[in-house]
């Protein structure tokens, strides 16, 4: 009996701490939002691809901007090649106190659209202040400029920099799809003579181009000058699916410019000048980050631009470092689009974005049978730390623009709708291939589940040397 009754409190402590082991993972990989702003709207039930969708649920047109004053001294002075150096550009609004990049239509809440302007702001304003911004918003064809109070979300954290990466949401039309603002200024006073002019992009309007479109993760910096490495880059994660590629130029080398202005001649790749002005330090830490004034030069803010800017643009984004990789691993699965087919049947979720858990391949370890004239990373380092880690470290991920509301480096920061969640991929479908040098010590095996997109490469990289000599 005695035995009988501790075999059984065994059994309960060992369920009790499964269950609790559950839920805290469960917690920790779903990774939900800690709120949710906006209702989704009734979008995926209507019939219709992408904007054909919103336009059968939009309520009826009825005033430019909800609760907005006027600022009938400021008159809409901006003409169409003034709007178009708006574009793409960082502007003070407030020196080293508040920056902004982008402004984007999101038209996913039913009642109306919102403006989201994606930007930096001091910290210690933000914490202590709790500052008030205003969008100015200029139509076209209205003379008449409509103010309204933002509110200020923040994205991402990294430790603790001087910066914060923010959104700055307001509201427009009730309607999306008729007349958003052509431009919007940032200003602390509802009518002050603004200071800066954002084209406000209006991406979802044309549909759908792509099925994957991949944006770079983290900046384009000097540092990086080894072009081999970027047309592999290129090229096997075209193999993998991605028809379009953002990057995000910091301080590009030139030795990189005839391979990124090829790919952007064929319109396969977008250069976005990332001139955020603030004097940044490259050379002060040993990863180049100088993250005391921002974490990594923004990062999370060109994350977030990429997501507005593909949002019904893009079917799915995929988010990658130059030496990373997100590589299939069964042997009939050959790109991402297979790769998430097999995912799916393992996800007890709605999938909003599919992580790819990191695993270290040790570029220090050289196999000699894959040495070539190319000696592509993929090839030439088969060896593989055998821990992977823990979806959220060091993870990345590919996601469905529509159902996020924040991305973040390693996981989807926060859903649209509560209703979609992250599906981490099985390892033995899928898993990230990240190439560096590692010579701490743990087991290790060779993978060599990269090596099957070799001769295409190899094809591909000639083409691509012969067309750029
Ligand atoms: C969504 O739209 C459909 C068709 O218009 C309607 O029948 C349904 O009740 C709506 N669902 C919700 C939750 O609003
Ligand atoms: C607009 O300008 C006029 C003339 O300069 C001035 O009288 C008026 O007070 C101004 N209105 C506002 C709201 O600033
Ligand atoms: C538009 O702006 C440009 C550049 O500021 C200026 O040269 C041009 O005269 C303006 N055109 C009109 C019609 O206002
Ligand atoms: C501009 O605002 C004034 C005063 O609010 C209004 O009378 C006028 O109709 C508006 N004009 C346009 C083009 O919206
Ligand atoms: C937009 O308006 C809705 C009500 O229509 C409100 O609930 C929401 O908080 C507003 N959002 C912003 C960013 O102002
Ligand atoms: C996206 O994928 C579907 C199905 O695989 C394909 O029919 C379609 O042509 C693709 N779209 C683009 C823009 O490549
Ligand atoms: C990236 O930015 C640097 C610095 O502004 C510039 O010299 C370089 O040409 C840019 N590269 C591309 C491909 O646009
Ligand atoms: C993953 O899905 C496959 C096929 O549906 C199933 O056989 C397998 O047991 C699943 N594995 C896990 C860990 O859920
Ligand atoms: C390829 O790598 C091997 C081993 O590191 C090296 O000996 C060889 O010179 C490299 N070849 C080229 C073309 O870079
Ligand atoms: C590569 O490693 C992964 C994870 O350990 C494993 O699931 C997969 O089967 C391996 N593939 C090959 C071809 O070695
Ligand atoms: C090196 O690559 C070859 C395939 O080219 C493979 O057969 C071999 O197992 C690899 N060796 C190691 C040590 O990873």
Not at 67 to 82: I, K, M, Q
Not at 179 to 199: F, K
Request: aromatic share 12%; charged share 20%.
């Amino acid at each position: 009996m005695a035995v009988f009754l501790r075999a059984l409190t065994l059994l309960t402590l060992t369920a009790i701490i499964t269950i609790s082991w559950i839920i805290v993972t469960k917690q920790r990989y779903n990774l939900l939002p800690k709120y949710v702003y906006y209702q989704m709207s009734n979008m995926t039930t209507t019939k219709g691809t992408g904007s054909n969708r919103i336009i059968e649920t939009a309520q009826p047109f009825t005033s430019f901007v909800q609760d907005a004053e006027t600022c009938p001294n400021l008159s809409n002075v901006y003409n169409v090649s003034e709007i178009y150096l708006a574009f793409d550009n960082w502007h003070t609004v407030i020196d080293d106190l508040l920056y902004v990049y982008s402004a984007h239509v999101d038209p996913r809440h039913k009642d109306n659209s919102i403006i989201r302007i994606i930007g930096i702001i001091s910290r210690h304003q933000l914490e202590t202040t709790s500052p008030v911004y205003y969008c100015q918003m200029y139509f076209d064809g209205s003379e008449n400029v409509s103010v309204i109070e933002s509110v200020i979300y923040t994205i991402g954290e990294h430790r603790k920099p001087k910066f914060r990466m923010i959104e700055l949401a307001c509201n427009v039309s009730r309607d999306p799809w008729s007349l958003p603002p052509m431009l919007v200024s940032i200003t602390t006073q509802t009518c002050a003579e603004p200071n800066n002019h954002l084209a406000v992009r209006q991406s979802y309007k044309n549909g759908f181009k792509t099925n994957f479109t991949l944006c770079l993760d983290g900046v384009l910096k000097h540092g990086t000058t080894k072009s081999s490495l970027i047309v592999e880059w290129i090229e096997l994660n075209m193999l993998l699916g991605a028809e379009h590629i953002f990057v995000y130029n910091l301080s590009g080398s030139a030795l990189l410019d005839p391979y990124l202005n090829y790919y952007e001649r064929k319109g396969q790749l977008t250069i976005l000048p990332w001139n955020i002005p603030i004097q940044f330090n490259e050379d002060l830490d040993e990863f180049g980050h100088d993250f005391h004034l921002v974490w990594n030069y923004a990062q999370t803010t060109a994350q977030n631009d990429c997501l507005y800017r593909n949002l019904f643009v893009a079917r799915h984004l995929a988010y990658l470092d130059f030496d990373e990789f997100i590589i299939p691993q069964e042997v009939d699965v050959w790109n991402w689009n297979d790769m998430m087919e097999h995912a799916k049947h393992n996800c007890t979720n709605r999938p909003g974005s599919y992580v790819a858990r990191n695993a270290f391949f040790l570029t220090n370890e050289i196999n000699d049978s894959n040495v070539d004239e190319f000696n592509l990373t993929t090839a030439l380092h088969t060896t593989m730390n055998d821990r992977l880690k823990k979806p959220g470290f060091r993870s990345k991920h590919i996601l469905i623009p529509e159902h996020v509301r924040h991305v973040n480096i390693h996981y989807v920061e926060e859903y649209y709708d509560k209703s979609y969640s992250t599906c981490v991929v099985l390892p033995s479908v899928g898993h990230l291939h990240h190439y560096r040098e590692f010579t701490k010590k743990g087991s290790k095996h060779t993978n060599l589940s990269a090596l099957k997109y070799k001769p295409y490469l190899i094809r591909q990289i000639h083409h691509v040397y012969d067309e750029i000599k």
